[in-house]
């Protein structure tokens, strides 16, 4: 059992012998924030993004004015998409920055059901304890298209397994849509196992890395994916509301159609012509005009994502939620709250979530001084560890805390 003195120590000693401590400073770090444990939610900015923005304000946008769009805003849905794509896995030409994740999921789902429906699979397959829009975009496109959801009842403190995957597809199963990282326990799915199950009974599968990109890595063109979305806001650090990214098999690409046909998803896009005639390519998957300037901060997290690599990134992710365990344990545990979330190793992403009824007060305590997990209804505190922002010695402050607001809630 590790001891409040023991762990403040040890975050001394893990914060020394962190080879990316440096980079923490990269990041805004306001001292009226004292611990930011929502790095999972919405990363923090990086202190370049000032320069950043100046310069895209007055030379990009300002100087160039409409010619940025030749200049290579037309393009850059699929470069940063590209280089994207490195970071989770994908060869070139198969990732790009689309729309929201809601909406982007709207469009895969809807062009993998409707791929399969002439093999008569009529079932999409998908967690009960998905996130709240995954689960919407599916109920929304099964009323649409007539087809049945078929759900896989997950353990709250774990995720879908091999297992229950391979119970529920069948040969009416049209498409299976899961989390690499579940958003409320951090459980760790296993990719290739279940999209190889799936692919095995003729299924797509559409993997939501919402919770994965930029602190995971993630295999995609060698785990045989389908399609997958992720989130740019979370640990892409992209700011809030930043463009999703959405990856599509190149093999797959022409044969799907998506419903939300815009002129930028047109073949010839300054032809102004008078049909629709999709892009022979990912270029199809675009609706409307790029959100250029939504993607400044993005690429500069992906630069230094690039720089440190994502194998290093997971390491520190490891070893700050292991620390934000043994935190928990010597802090919070003790006083009757619970961790929800897998056990220590490969199953187990970069957040953790520990529960306790009187977790709502807690929380509302701990955002009034600066300490900041999030809340997840009914009972449940997300302690988010963003690798490349956060040190140990500020997750040993926040659970500290946590400790110390539950005592005060509980006396
Ligand atoms: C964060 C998150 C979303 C967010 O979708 P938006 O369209 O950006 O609001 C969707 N799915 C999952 C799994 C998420 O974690």
Known sequence: MTTPADTAALAAALDAADPLAAHTAAFVR?????????????????????????????????????????????????????????LVGAAAGQAFIGDSTTVLLYKLVRAAVDAQSASGRTEIVIEDDSFPTDRFIVEGVAAERGLEIRWIEVDRAAGATLEQVRAIVGERTALVLLSHVAYRSGHVADVAGITAAARDAGALVLWDLCHSAGVIPTALDASGVDLAVGCTYKYLNGGPG???????????????????????????????????????????????????????????????LEQVGVDAVREKSVALTDFAEASLEAHVLPLGARLASPPAGPTRGSHLTVTHPAFREVTERLWARGVIPDFRGPDGIRVGLSPLSTTFAEVETGVAAIGEELRAALA
């Open 30 to 86: 306001d001292p009226s924030v004292v611990s930011y444990l929502d790095g999972n939610s919405l990363g923090r900015p990086l202190t370049a993004l000032e320069q950043r923005f100046a310069r895209f304000i007055g030379h990009d946008w300002g100087t160039r004015l409409i010619r940025g769009w030749d200049e290579g805003w037309m393009r850059r849905p699929y470069d940063l998409g590209d280089r994207l794509g490195a």
């Open 242 to 304: 930043s463009p999703a990214f959405g990856y599509v098999r190149r093999d797959l690409q022409t044969a799907l159609a998506q419903p939300i046909q815009g002129w930028m998803g047109a073949a010839d896009v300054f032809a102004m012509a008078p049909r629709y005639e999709p892009a022979p390519d990912l270029r199809r998957f675009a609706s409307g005009t790029p959100p250029v300037l939504a993607t400044v901060a993005l690429e500069a997290m992906v630069e230094l």
